[in-house]
């Protein structure tokens, strides 16, 4: 009887510590379990030039110690699910050449990369090169392009504002994304919570932030009742949508915003309204509107 040899022994995914980057280990682990391959997780952490700007850009990356406990979770996950996995955890100033010893070195058959990771990873990895990497690359190459990993809801404590959960909630459901329940705290004697209070929402002016935590927490645990991971953020801030921005920019794997556009009165139709248009206008994901008058 003739065996058939095995197309994929060993399968690498780079990773840069980010969920986006994770995404491709979904496949690529899919990939390993029909062919008996070994999966080899590979870090690259990227060694910037001393005193650089990417130096200091670079202050808030992890230790090594939070590093191997990052990749050892991975493995474990893995194995456990009957997965032969192998991490790696290499610190260079060139990534790309690192990549390509460690694929000839481990005698890797595959590589299965995430198009996003904190940055675009092809350019985070070959730089201005993208093209020529495409065309020489070593072994093949299977780019996947993360969906959405969490969606975040801005909430104002409005009822209105509650109408993109449902909305949110499908996506999140359909893509297995993390919903992230944000809302942007403002002292009562702010001139947003004025705002509100001359729209005729006095309720919404006058909301503590314990009366906030609890609200936001009822409908996380709600959510998570319903099956879905989610989880609750406030945040102290005088411009909700500047806020909301800043949020999506730093906050690691937000794929989408989901968010009312507006309520409706008058005052308060424009103070929602101009918020969404400000988050549509800056945020550097999509997002998408909820009309709860419609």
């Known amino acids: ?40 997780l590979l870090y690259l952490d990227y060694l910037p030039v001393p005193g650089g700007k990417a130096e200091r850009a670079e202050e808030g990356a992890r230790s090594r110690e939070q590093i191997e406990a990052y990749l050892d979770g991975l493995r474990k996950g893995l194995r456990a699910a009957g997965i032969r996995t192998h991490v790696e955890h290499i610190s260079t100033r060139d990534l790309a050449g690192t990549l390509y010893k460690m694929i000839e070195a481990e005698r890797v058959s595959a590589v299965v990369m995430s198009t996003q990771g904190r940055a675009a990873m092809m350019r985070w990895l070959f730089g201005t090169g993208v093209e020529r990497a495409l065309n020489e690359f070593p072994v093949p190459l299977l780019l996947v392009r993360p ?31 993390e919903l992230v329940l944000l809302h942007i705290y403002q002292p009562k004697d702010s001139d947003y919570a004025g705002q509100w209070a001359l729209a005729g929402h006095q309720q919404i002016a006058e909301q503590s932030l314990g ?67 400000q988050v549509i206008k800056h945020a550097r994901c999509p997002v998408t509107l909820v009309y709860p008058d419609q």
């Open 211 to 277: 009366q906030m935590q609890e609200q936001l927490a009822a409908m996380r645990n709600r959510l998570r009742a319903e099956g879905l991971r989610a989880r609750d953020v406030i945040i102290r801030g005088t411009n909700p949508a500047q806020t909301i921005c800043d949020f999506v920019e730093s906050e690691d794997g937000i794929s989408m915003v989901v968010m009312s556009t507006h309520g409706r009165t008058g005052l308060a139709r424009w103070l929602v309204g101009s918020v969404a248009q």
């Open 1 to 40: 009887m003739i065996v058939p040899a095995r197309i994929y022994n060993r399968v690498l995914v780079p990773l840069d510590g980010s969920s986006a980057a994770e995404f491709a280990i979904r496949f690529a682990s899919d990939l390993a379990s029909k062919h008996d391959a070994e999966l080899i």
């Open 147 to 177: 969906m959405y990993q969490r969606i975040v809801v801005p909430l104002d404590g409005s009822r209105w504002s509650e109408s993109a959960i449902p909305r949110a909630s499908e996506l999140a459901r359909v893509h297995d994304a």
